[in-house]
């Protein structure tokens, strides 16, 4: 079975914080992503990767940066946390053309 | 670049009924639909997916259509059950921006026993 484990399931931060959240997959897939979801509004993409040392901005990448430096593990950084980044932050990864395998996800409140 | 709206926000059924989720998308290049069902404290699995040169799609009680001239596809449940209370997502990737997932809003099913 495809494995995508973030790295922790709740996070609390403070505002101004530098902030990592890691995910790593086991099945060797080129494309990983970042999405934040909240209520209303699906899951939005931040930014996505398709291969080592590449990226692609989503959607809403203002506020975030990545990292690939492997092919299993893509790192979101929140460069200076605020408020109104609080949310649910799920990885995924998937093969080019095919499913994407979500991870647990991650609730970060910003306080 | 590609939009997806998705209806209705919120869907109660009665056990065994059918419950019909519909989305429309913007991006007629657009070749590939997931339907993803999320648990509560759990990420997204997908259940069915259904790509351009397919109208149709049936796994058990779960199946897609698709109709592209119109852009929308649908997820059709039959015989609902308690566990099939979630939210459901759907989504869709083109060619053209990289076959990055853009979802719909997503949908809480409930199904009332």
């Known amino acids: 079975d495809v494995k995508v484990t973030q790295s922790s399931r709740y996070l609390v931060k403070r505002t101004g914080e530098k902030v990592f959240l890691e995910c790593v997959q086991d099945m060797d897939h080129e494309n990983m992503f970042w999405y934040r979801q909240d209520p209303g509004l699906g899951l939005r993409l931040i930014y996505f990767?398709?291969?080592?040392?590449?990226?692609e901005k989503g959607d809403i990448p203002e506020g975030y940066s990545v990292s690939r430096e492997k092919k299993e593990r893509f790192s979101l950084i929140l460069e200076s946390a605020s408020t109104n980044q609080t949310s649910m932050y799920l990885c995924?990864?998937?093969?080019?053309?095919?499913?994407?395998?979500f991870g647990q996800g991650t609730r970060l409140t910003v306080v | 670049g590609e939009n997806v709206e998705q209806h209705p926000s919120t869907l109660s059924v009665q056990e065994g009924d059918s419950a019909v989720i519909k989305c429309t998308y913007s991006?007629?290049?657009?070749?590939?639909f997931p339907w993803y069902k999320q648990e509560l404290g759990k990420g997204p699995q997908l259940i069915i997916d259904i790509r351009s040169n397919v109208g149709e799609k049936k796994d058990q009680r779960i199946a897609v259509t698709l109709n592209k001239t119109a852009k929308h596809f649908s997820l059709h449940i039959t015989e609902t059950q308690p566990e099939d209370s979630a939210v459901y997502f759907c989504?869709?990737?083109?060619?053209?921006?990289?076959?990055?997932?853009?979802f719909g809003a997503g949908t809480i099913l409930r199904v009332k026993s």
């Open positions: 990767s398709y291969d080592v040392k590449m990226k």
């Open positions: 991006d007629s290049a657009s070749n590939y």
């Open positions: 989504a869709a990737s083109s060619p053209l921006y990289g076959n990055k997932l853009v």
């Open positions: 995924a990864s998937s093969l080019r053309y095919s499913e994407a395998f």
